[in-house]
């Protein structure tokens, strides 16, 4: 951004579904979602309020996880700025990061001889991965200084934060990725994580000693080290205090990484709502996300992710009754039903304003490619957004 | 640009409607005023011999200033080059720089006892301002060698040059912006304007003691301090002869930076009509500017806007009848009705040709949305021209 960001009341709430782009869909007359759902405040709003366009998440042809998704959407630049998988997964557990803490992705896995011969120890069952998880932390609870914080995750998975002072997180993964393979310990990039990559390697001996009777679960491999992004804090970078509301832990924890406050837990859209509601006199920036339409498109199934749509259309009259400058619907990325996955295909974008202007048309893909706003980098929406909430400094003279 | 520019003689004119493009206006059959004007002659030129396009003027979600908004039609980056805001005052005020020159924004203001109570001087009348502006011409001509040009404006405004050898521009601005803080003198922002500093505060001292009885104008304020950018000067870098034919004085100044040609000062499109007929065959490139569509912008006057576009179209014939190798007609940023003041929507663009490419489509926002050229950065507009203009090698083998 080029221009001086100002500081006002004016509220912006980006409604954010999850993979909501899609593709025609032979099976369904060569329809999106978006266009079989039957959306009519949505279409209502973008007929009378909106202007449509699309979003590029990263680039051209690259399909983006949430982590660059979410940044690009917030206007950081996803090639810039990285949010680390073991984050995402300890963030995911509504796990608590600081800064300087390093999380990693974790598994318990079978090491026979030196060999790791199953990665997912047999798939174990989630009770016993918790009874693991609990053990481990009662019996180390810290090494070296080091606080150790771990939770147990879906079957054999679990997160893992090490908390301590001067940590990097410049670490190969201590996994090896394939089986039949041999045990790896956790390895420095640089001499910088020499001493952290010691920490964790005695920390990882002390576990596999612990669970040396656990037979399958004999042993633990950690992958995806990561701190927290060294990056501008968005109510800053905004001059706006920001509200993150979301069912999922992993999205509340994606927005407090980046700053953004978290008031409540919301169990489904009704609570969404209360909570925008209570709290929105006290900040001018409300992120909402959405998870349905992704998890409908990762199954490939049309029908839930078109009732996954019409159900978010319901809340959007609430939303709007609260008369905000801009209300932004869109998506992190694509999930096309057809692929059951992210995509790389841009993403149908709706602003909704105050001021009138309007490409009177529905929300979908088809008018969407067509819509004034034309088809930009993700990362440039904040920008738009911003300037339609009077929030931008003229640039020059 | 990556090809190299070729000298010849066809010729590239620009007319450049300031603050053309708009939004469709719910008050006006949600139409926008380059749809609603009656402009046979723009259509027919469009329809038959022209492409259309969109272009952002300094990125998307980003409100240019006139400086930028100009600079980037010129085919200059406007984040790279800056005209400051005294230049653009004193350009306003048909005032000559020269390079080295260090310009400014002049206020009389009212100063008590080190404090500015009113920095407008209780908006004084003009004419005063002009007897005050001629007292200080006569009675501090130069200082320390440096001479001093001063120019009134309207009601407290002045305009004011320094020239001389070795000045800089790395300046504060010499006002405190806000009424009731105490007064403050030009200070450096960096060593190399010490001496600059130095002899523009003895200045404001002398130019003070002499306004000492004047009551309410006892005080004067800079701000703005700037010198000409260190810019490639554009009949150079595009190898044309290049004339700026504009009503408004500030335009024809920011071109005269870029280093074009200003034959005469045109009063009515009329007299730009003669001029560009005049001198059509010593030049390659013409700058038109109009202004009245960005005024009826700024005054949310649509039917004016309208208007401002119909009585435009009276003049094209006159211009297409040269027979120039490619007329542009296109703002330097959209100035909407709806937001009395610039904007960041694209700018509709119009590329007349004779060599028979066409959309065959009337020019308008909605047209240009649709049309061949795509939406592109302002800044490229001047290659896109000159390739136009057969002007551009190939690039590469």
Redesign the interface.
Known sequence: ???GVLANDNKIVFLVLDGLGDVPHPGHSFLTPLEAAIKPNIDRLAVESGVLGRTIPVGIGITPGSGPGHLSLFGYDPLRYEIGRGILEVLGLDMDMAAGDIAARGNFATVQDGIVVDRRAGRIETSRTRRLCEEMSRSIPEIDGVKVVIKAGVSHRFGIIFKGEGLSDELEDADPHKEHMPFVWAAPKSPTAERTARIINAYMERVMDLLKAEGAANGVLLRGFSQSPDIPPFPEKYRMDSLAVATYPMYRGLAKVLGMKVEKEPADYGEMISILREHYDRYQFFFMHIKETDVAGEDGNFEEKTRAIEIVDRIVPDIWALAPRVLVVTGDHSTPCMLKGHSWHPVPLLIATN????D?KPFHERNCL?G?L?T?YAK?LM?????YGSK??????
């Not at 001021?355 to 309007?358: C, D, F, I, N």
């Not at 920008?383 to 300037?387: D, K, Q, S, V």
């Open positions: 951004m080029t221009a001021m009138g202007e309007t009177a067509k004034s034309g930009i440039e920008t738009l957004a911003l300037a931008l400094d003229k640039y020059g003279a």
